[in-house]
Nanobody, 132 residues
């Protein structure tokens, strides 16, 4: 059974850093686009970053560009999200998800490539809280 599990969340002060991990199992991890989404209380789930199956292409929404870095290690079936210069507005539950088609597409995570209906494997999420 295909699944992904997130880890690495926690409480951090504004300006701090966290590194999230998303480990996959039960499928050919290296063949799929993986994306990170987040959902803050009372808000809709928001796509924030994606990485192509090979890791060569990445994409970010404007609000995290320059602060967050997505990467992957297909030998370890893991995608990472390094989050620096965290702000209180980054507080949310962070989810990773696997895009449905083999190889997929990662060019416009804030638009066409961030539609939740195009992802069929979701983790349960990890809480990130940015507060002093």
């Amino acid at each position: 059974q295909a699944q992904v599990v997130e880890s690495g969340g926690g409480l951090v002060q504004p300006g701090g850093s966290l590194k999230l991990s998303c480990e996959g199992s039960g499928f050919t991890f290296g063949g799929y686009v993986v994306s990170w989404f987040r959902q803050a209380p009372g808000k809709e789930r928001e796509p924030i970053s994606c990485i192509s199956h090979s890791g060569y292409n990445t994409n970010y929404i404007d609000s995290v560009k320059g602060r967050f870095t997505i990467s992957r290690d297909n030998m370890r079936n893991t995608v990472f999200l390094q989050m620096n210069s965290l702000k209180p507005e980054d507080t949310a539950v962070y989810f990773c998800a696997v895009q449905k088609p083999l190889y997929g597409r990662c060019r416009d995570i804030g638009g066409r490539d961030g539609r939740p209906e195009d992802y069929d494997v979701w983790g349960r999420g990890t809480q990130v809280t940015v507060s002093s």
